[in-house]
């Protein structure tokens, strides 16, 4: 799965402060991992629960009752950075981004897709 984020550059306010999006939708062990390795290559990490979605409001139906209660939806974060220059794609393709052990970050790390790491052509 690419999480890679594949908006053009998406800014958003997290925490009252506008950030440049790493990632959404992720569960809290992503957002845990994506803080770490961003925090290590010298970002200030923001991060907040997603919004609920804004849902249509349906018409009352006499046939359907009304539902009160939604079951509970797992809590998925928003990671953004301050650096608002920041992007994602580009820092990993331009060889910005380094792991905690000092290698250079590639697409499979930052996707932490376990068996696939180093560069494709070393394989």
Known sequence: MNRLNKEAHAIE????????????DASP???EFLKKVLEHNGYKV???????????VPKP???????????????KLIIGVTDVLFHPMLAIYERRLKTPEGDVMTTEY????????GWYWKR
């Open 13 to 24: 306010e997290i925490n009252g402060v506008r950030c440049a999006i790493a990632e959404k």
């Open 29 to 31: 062990e992503r957002a």
């Open 46 to 56: 923001q991060s907040a629960p997603m919004p609920p979605p804004k849902a249509a």
């Open 61 to 75: 139906d006499a046939e359907t009752p009304v539902q009160t209660s939604s079951p509970a939806a797992p809590e």
């Open 110 to 117: 930052w996707n932490q897709e376990p068996g696939k790491e």
